[in-house]
């Protein structure tokens, strides 16, 4: 009986795989189809009332427009902007400046910009905006998709000013900082691995690390480090802008030494535009948006406690869902990255010399680009909520807890990826199996933050694969419909961190508590 509940809680996600990879469905299709099964499933299975699995699927279709496409919407118009008015070559030249290597710069931009957006913004915009910005320097779509996805995955916990973490922390009422630093510890190993996959990925092979092995492990190193550190001293919520902006220095530091020194070779040379001197007002014009995202981010976020307390009044709880255990869903209408990120790209582009009427014109073709993909968002996250509502999430974990035991932190990190890839968001995934985690911990005499912590490492793997993410990525390189196809090419590696990740998780535990770290 167990057993078949957990099968049946699992359809979906496992519906949404074949659809993705076996049927190569597009997206909002197999998406909708993932809604419908889930909300059949709520009501003859599980016995949730008709009337609370349509609010609970109207609360994730509020979820989905407030902030998630929201905030991807302004990130790809900031981009879409940014090219219309032709400071996005200025850009690509300063960065091309750098290194005219193709492996440097995956990592300058997948990796730490990236990362650097996933700390500020998240919501998707560190899969958008750089995934953009390689395909326009000339990489091939898929591929400009497939490194940045892998890039996200490991910043994910710590994404929106560290919002993932500092919920997770305050719903099982752990301190933050060890949480942090904690989860830290368990993302190190594949922060590391991570932009060496990225330049494997870029180069077609391991051969490609030859030349740039330095640069890439001082790349990962630059970020783990002073992540670990802020972490541990300050929070989660500075932890990856922190780690993102000292990778990004010492990247550019090193790699214009190794390219006066050592050059780029031929087969990794990235095609240029005439080098043409940019001064200094060119460059920060065409960089104004992205320093305005930076400081609008900054200065409303918890970091400045006056501001953010004072913008976050303005939001209204409003009832959606029906049913038992039922809270407003509150709609943050100033203090919400999307409303900063959309104020940046409207003040960016008259800094650039846009019209109001041409911003309008770029406004308007970006919601036909995002169509699909905000179709997708909707069935996502309304199938999300009927599962955890409805405790088809509940069977999942539970029949892990229950048939693992002691083994149970194997699965740890299977689960947290499992409420990511349903959720596309960290955020998510820590509401919903949180106190699973602390509950598992309790059972088996486990560490309490070392199993927490668990479901967030799990969130890295969730985020390289969720229907969400593949979205986003895609519609940012003008290739909507391929969910299925760059599925498959994330899924390896994914996988690869998953069953990494199973073994740190189990046999990691002991040297935690022996350290005492915890």
């Known amino acids: 009986m167990e057993f078949g509940m957990f099968l049946l809680g699992l359809s979906p996600i496992l519906w949404m795989i074949i659809a993705l990879c076996g049927f190569k469905m597009a997206g909002y299709k197999a998406s909708f189809v993932a809604m419908i099964l889930a909300a059949i499933l709520s009501i003859s299975v599980w016995k949730l009332p008709v009337l609370d699995t349509a609010t609970a699927a109207l609360e994730g279709f509020a979820m989905a427009v407030w902030p998630i496409i929201l905030v991807i919407i302004a990130a790809v118009f900031l981009y879409n902007l940014s090219l219309h008015t032709g400071k996005m070559e200025i850009i690509k030249q300063m960065i091309t400046s750098v290194s005219a290597d193709k492996r440097i710069l995956v990592i300058l931009i997948g990796w730490c910009f990236g990362g650097f957006m996933e700390g500020m913004a998240g919501f ?50 752990l301190d933050n900082a060890t949480l942090a630093f904690t989860e830290t510890l368990q993302l190190a190993p594949f922060m590391i691995l991570a932009p060496f996959l ?43 802008v922190v780690g993102s902006i000292c990778s990004l220095l010492v990247t550019i530091v090193v790699s214009m030494r190794h390219e006066k020194r050592a050059g780029t070779p ?37 970091l400045v406690a006056p501001l953010n307390a004072f913008l976050n009044q303005f939001s209204s709880a409003v009832p959606i869902y029906t049913g038992e255990g039922a ?19 409207f003040i960016g582009g008259f800094i650039q010399g846009a019209s109001f009427t041409g911003m309008l014109r770029v406004l308007k073709a970006t919601l036909v680009q995002m169509s699909k993909t905000m179709v997708t968002m909707l069935c996502v996250l309304a199938t999300a909520k009927i599962m955890g509502y409805s405790g088809m999430i509940a069977s999942i974990a ?12 194997f699965a740890a990190p299977l689960i947290g990826a499992l409420g990511t ?44 694969m969720a229907p969400q993410s593949l979205a986003i990525g895609l519609v ?42 915890g």
């Open 124 to 173: 998707g915009t560190a899969i958008a905006i750089p995934a953009g910005m390689l395909a326009g320097l000339g990489f091939p779509p898929l591929l400009a998709c497939l490194v940045c996805l892998v890039a996200n995955g490991t910043p994910t916990p710590f994404g929106s000013i560290g919002i993932p973490t500092v919920t997770l922390a305050n719903l099982v009422g």
């Open 198 to 240: 990225m330049v494997i990925i870029t180069g077609k092979g391991i051969k490609a690390l030859k030349g740039v092995f330095m640069i890439t492990l001082l790349s990962a190193l630059s970020f783990v480090l002073p992540q670990l550190a802020v972490a541990y001293f300050v929070g989660s919520e500075l932890a990856v």
């Open 266 to 302: 031929d087969e990794y040379r990235m095609e240029q535009t005439t080098k043409q001197s940019i001064h200094l007002k060119d460059a920060l014009i065409a960089w104004a948006p992205f320093i305005l995202v930076f400081v609008f981010l900054l200065s409303t976020s918890k």
């Open 327 to 345: 809270s407003p869903y509150t709609f943050t209408w100033i203090n919400t990255p999307g409303i900063w990120i959309f104020l940046s790209a």
């Open 398 to 409: 539970n029949m892990f807890v229950l048939t693992l035991g002691s083994f149970y932190p």
């Open 421 to 464: 890839f349903v959720t596309g968001s960290g955020t998510s995934s820590s509401v919903l199996f949180g106190n699973v985690q602390l509950q598992a911990a309790e059972a088996i005499g486990a560490n309490a933050y070392w199993m927490v912590a668990l479901n967030s490492l799990g969130v890295a793997v969730g985020k390289m």
């Open 476 to 517: 940012a390189v003008n290739e909507s419909g391929k969910d299925g196809e760059l599925l498959k090419r994330v899924f390896p590696y994914a996988f690869g961190f998953l069953i990494l990740m199973a073994l740190l998780a189990f046999f990691g535990m002991g040297v935690f508590d022996m350290l005492n770290l």
